[in-house]
């Protein structure tokens, strides 16, 4: 027999650190049925196919809860200034990550930094994230930023459902006057679209597209058996929701939005439309 050699260590396997806060409870219909589970591959932010660069706009992908406004304001700021996602999203290298928002005392208030240190642990169903998805996805890496910036609020609440659009705000423990502004910390101008002539309107979002601010648009509520309920949803705008503004056409006098669900885009809407569809935009600064 040969002679044994000196034992060799393999490679030291550390356990992430989990956050010292309590979770976040979930969704009242989710509270009891499903739970938190970690995510292996975390990382904040991953470079997939195609994406120019490691954040992106349509790494957003909304879930199972009614945040439209919040994942609409976090594709328009990915898409105005990846950076400023970059700046509040902190990886730790523990398994932890520190997420800044900004806050208000009151509406009327300046906002301040707030952060908040979370772990990786996300509600899951079947394996996948049941609030915010993942982003891009490599063999190595699930990216995280969004399911991040989500939870991060929804601890401030002390549960998700207290983030939902119908319910925020409803604690008294976050207040903002815009989605973008919670990942900016810099004010929301909002115009009416129905007010505004055609081309004032266009213009006035084009120019927010290219100072590269985030913009954002709200859908009225439709009644039910509306007449222009079936048009609206042909054209894929969804009463009651909000949007990322992609782009707009000054010749054509379209516009196309991003729905923060990760589909049914808003292609080529004529402007005459959003007038009669959208009730607001928010453009951040």
Known sequence: NEPEGPEIDGPEVTEPRLQDTDLPKLGEKHEGVNGYTMAEKAQPFVQGEGDAMDISPYDVKQGALGDCYLMAGMAATARANPESIRRIVKDNGDGTFDVTLFLKDNYWSDPKPWTTTVDARLPMQNGSPLYAAYGSRTADADELWPA???????QRTGSYEFIRGSKVGSQGKVSFSGASELFTGKPVNRITPSSMADDALLTA???????????QAGVKTFEEGASELAEAKAKNVIGNHAYAIESVDLVAKTINLQNPWGMRHVVALPVKDFKRWYTGVQIGQ
């Open 205 to 215: 979002i084009q120019d927010g597209l290219t100072s590269n601010k985030p913009v």
């Open 148 to 154: 991040l910036l989500e939870k991060a609020l929804a």
